[in-house]
């Protein structure tokens, strides 16, 4: 079973910036077609924040464009989100998500909290 770590959460104030990263838990040779983040805002549904393919294809939900970037390390299978301008609808927990042949597997999850 993947587990997946997510790093980088935190408090900060509404226009900062805040960088997630998220790997393996215990490293991984396998290449995951896909990694990317998604993120769950009190009272709501789970939504996708971006994804990124090995190949480079980007999908960012609309709320999110121009703000953040995601970026992927293939070698370590890491994923990092950087986030500026951050808004406090951006609030949530994130969780890092990577797919291969046999699967989707989530991290635990890390929270983000943007204060007006």
């Known amino acids: 079973q993947v587990q997946l770590v997510e790093s980088g959460g935190g408090l900060v104030q509404a226009g900062g910036s805040l960088r997630l990263s998220c790997a393996p838990a215990s490293g991984s040779n396998f290449s995951y077609n896909v990694m990317g983040w998604y993120r769950q805002a009190p009272g709501k549904q789970r939504e996708l924040v971006a994804t990124l393919t090995s190949s480079g294809y980007t999908n960012d939900a609309d709320s999110v464009k121009g703000r953040f970037t995601i970026s992927r390390d293939n070698p370590k299978n890491t994923v990092y989100l950087q986030m500026n301008s951050l808004k406090p609808e951006d609030t949530g927990v994130y969780y890092c998500?990577?797919?291969?042949?046999?699967?989707?597997?989530w991290g635990q999850g890390t929270r983000v909290t943007v204060s007006s």
């Open positions: 998500i990577a797919k291969d042949v046999w699967g989707d597997y």
